[in-house]
């Protein structure tokens, strides 16, 4: 079965920085990428990336100061998270599928697998 493993999350306070990791199983995607989820609220995309060209699309809330990266040695995804808020706080889901990610890379219902999450904590 495929595993997406996501690694890097931890409790930090406010202007703290954190990189997450996703190592999947499999590596047959063309778009890999992360969502979350903060308590009482929608799963929101955050950034993805083109594993073909390493095209990035992010999230405007966060453009500023997430970058997503690729190790195509390490079959890893990255996401550097810098100068981090309360409001970053949230689960952190990394995501694949086998299609491009394209215009519709925000709605979670096109990645075909999921990892566990990985809780990211921000104090105020």
């Known amino acids: 079965q495929v595993r997406l493993v996501e690694s890097g999350g931890g409790s930090v306070q406010t202007g703290d920085s954190l990189n997450l990791s996703c190592a999947p199983s499999?590596?047959?995607?063309?778009?890999m990428g992360w969502f979350r989820q903060a308590p009482g609220k929608e799963r929101e995309a955050v950034a993805v990336i083109s594993t073909g060209f390493g095209v990035a699309s992010v999230t405007d809330s966060v453009k500023d100061r997430f970058t997503i990266s690729l190790d195509v040695g390490k079959k890893t995804v990255y996401l550097q998270m810098n100068s981090l808020t309360h409001e970053d706080t949230a689960t952190y889901y990394c995501?694949?599928?086998?299609?491009?990610?394209?215009?519709?890379?925000?709605?979670?219902?096109?990645?075909?697998?999921w990892g566990r999450g990985t809780q990211v904590t921000v104090s105020s």
């Open positions: 499999e590596y047959n995607w063309m778009c």
């Open positions: 995501v694949v599928k086998f299609e491009r990610c394209g215009p519709a890379w925000y709605v979670a219902d096109n990645y075909a697998y």
